[in-house]
């Protein structure tokens, strides 16, 4: 825990890779998507894949907790 009593940011992207990890069972294997999971592709490039593949629901989680994440920062 950081010095305010927050997750610090390993704990974050931790969680990040977990919804990542719950998402991936879901997507067929020749998906764009999971083929970026797989690859373990920087978390935008998969964010951008979901969007272009109309995986909207997983693009508002990341997005969510992406948010989460800049309010612990600032």
């Given at each position: 825990?950081?010095?305010?009593?927050?997750p610090i940011m390993g704990q974050s992207v931790s969680d990040l890779e977990e919804l990542i990890a719950e998402f991936r069972p879901m997507l067929p294997?020749?998906?764009?998507?999971a083929q970026?999971?797989?690859r373990r592709d920087p978390f935008e490039e998969i964010a951008h894949k979901a969007i272009d593949e109309g995986y909207i629901q997983f693009v508002d989680q990341?997005?969510?907790f992406m948010e989460?994440?800049?309010?612990r920062v600032t």
């Open positions: 825990m950081s010095t305010v009593g927050r294997s020749q998906s764009k998507t970026a999971i797989d990341f997005g969510k989460i994440c800049l309010r």
